[in-house]
């Protein structure tokens, strides 16, 4: 019923930017905060940024100064500006939204697929 979609990863050298977009489509009442987590494969999923429905942000600490999380919603999307990309930046970035399918049910959260960003040294 409810899908995120993200686009904009890739492969980036070292120092390079890449900027993430994750779209959320379906039959939902409401979208509340959403946000970009990131794993690799073995490690647990990692909160990277999130932005509250009234703009409110909050960023892990190794990224704080580095990606922007924007969200414009009219259209239902997020971004993730990241500047100054590090190796250890490689990783699928999932993006999160916290929504309600109608507007007597409980806040639900939703995940997308994810999309790869590499970065090479």
């Known amino acids: 019923q409810v899908q995120l979609v993200e686009s904009g990863g890739g492969l980036v050298q070292s120092g390079g930017s890449l900027r993430l977009a994750c779209a959320a489509s379906g039959n939902f009442f409401r979208l509340f905060a959403m946000g970009w987590y990131r794993q690799v494969p073995g490690k647990e999923r990692d909160l990277v940024a999130n932005i509250s429905m009234g703009g409110i942000v909050d960023y892990s600490d190794d990224v704080k100064s580095r990606f922007t999380i924007s969200r414009d919603n009219a259209a239902n999307t997020i971004y993730l500006q990241m500047n100054s990309l590090k190796p250890d930046g490689t990783a699928a970035y999932c993006c999160?939204?916290?929504?309600?399918?109608?507007?007597?049910?409980?806040?639900?959260?939703?995940w997308g697929e994810g999309t790869q960003v590499t970065v090479a040294s």
């Open positions: 999160q939204a916290r929504l309600a399918l109608t507007s007597r049910q409980p806040i639900r959260e939703a």
